[in-house]
């Protein structure tokens, strides 16, 4: 493998800066481009390290969150040959998280360290509008700028194409928008272009939208498997079933992904503020700041929705997704609560043990 540069990689002043201040810079420094579990692959200038985290660092991990994802930057000590152990993650630029699937209350380290989030959607039975303002939220809440790449163009006609290109520009403004075939390579250069050294750029989207043939393209290798379009359900089957970091010969830095059908939103009002600005701007000039735009007085959001001014499907939308940040949020506040009474117990009956044995 050939010499990696870490600038190449994305490693930027800051965190040389944070190495020498933490006393790091006896250790390795690499990024983590695979995790498995808790094994990870670390890339480094010296090349790949398989390792595992140092018992330190694994005890006093308070919650998922304090692991290594894939695109952190770690310190880690090479004891044998591309064998190492990490010994601390560095501060984490950008994080990509979402709800964890089945736990209330918990997120999901998608990947960290990101500058662009490239949301990939199908123009044939994947198109959905909503998802992608869901996608963009996301984006958004970790101050990932988003790109939006619209693939399989050749399963549609152009009038088809032209129709939602247009309502997607009229409802998702100042957005960058592209469009690909992966089959016949339509787009694919205006995909390349965009992708620049030292930057690192995840694929979000659902499963069998072309991500994984996008990146094997792009890469003129055929590095992620991949599934023809299945005739019944008229879409590509997913296949890809973790992230990993790759690096590009040509620059730049990409993060596949597993399809998300559904992703949970997060506890960050940004996210929606910036996704949907239109009604942003309206909530601030609506007559009561505890305004639930439904039924209030003085609502200036409504009144906008009654005018027409404002479209129907983004108010249902932006509704939507604010009810469930609304509920995370008090999700995490009752789980907080009640890790809080349980440790308060834990403590008592440790206390209450204490004094038993010495009377």
């Not at 930057?73 to 990490?86: C, F, H, M, P, R």
């Not at 380290?109 to 509008?129: E, M, P, W």
């Amino acid at each position: 493998m050939k010499h990696i540069n870490l600038e190449d990689l994305g490693f930027k002043q800051i965190l040389n800066t944070y190495k020498f201040e933490n006393q790091l810079d006896s250790f390795l420094v690499g990024r983590v481009i695979l995790q498995h579990r808790e094994r990870y692959i670390v890339l480094t200038e010296q090349g790949e390290v398989e390792s595992e985290l140092l018992g330190n660092l694994r005890y006093t991990a308070e919650s998922s969150m304090d692991f290594p994802a894939v695109g952190d930057w770690v310190a880690l000590i090479e004891y044998d040959t591309n064998k190492g152990l990490i010994h601390a993650v560095y501060p984490r630029e950008t994080i990509l998280v979402r709800q964890t699937v089945g736990r209330k209350g918990e997120k999901q380290i998608i990947a960290s360290n990101l500058d662009f989030g490239l949301i990939v959607q199908s123009l044939n039975r994947d198109f959905s509008i909503n998802r992608l303002e869901r996608y963009l939220t996301i984006c958004n809440s970790s101050s990932i700028k988003p790109i939006i790449i619209f693939s399989k163009v050749d399963l549609v006609d152009e009038n088809e194409r032209a129709k939602i290109i247009s309502q997607v520009k009229e409802r998702i403004k100042n957005t960058p928008l592209l469009t690909l075939s992966n089959l016949t390579g339509e787009g694919l250069d205006d995909v390349k272009s965009i992708i620049k050294t030292g930057k690192t750029y995840c694929l979000l989207g659902s499963s069998g939208v072309g991500k994984s043939s996008l990146i094997n393209n792009i890469t003129g290798k055929d590095l992620m498997k991949t599934n023809g379009i299945s005739n019944s359900i008229d879409r590509g089957k997913h296949v890809t079933t973790h992230r990993e970091l790759i690096v590009l010969e040509t620059g730049g830095i990409l993060i596949d992904n597993p399809g998300m059908r559904e992703v949970g939103i997060i506890d960050s009002p940004n996210g929606l503020a910036s996704t949907f600005e239109q009604i942003t701007e309206l909530k601030k000039h609506c007559k009561f700041n505890d305004c639930n735009h439904i039924s209030t007085k003085g609502c200036a959001v409504t009144s906008a929705l009654d005018s027409g001014e404002l479209d129907e499907n983004v108010y249902e939308n932006f509704m939507k997704l604010e009810r469930e940040q609304e509920h995370y949020t008090s999700t995490i506040f009752e789980k907080r609560q009640k890790d809080k009474i349980f440790g308060k117990m834990v403590k008592n009956v440790m206390k209450h043990k204490k004094k038993d044995r010495y009377q």
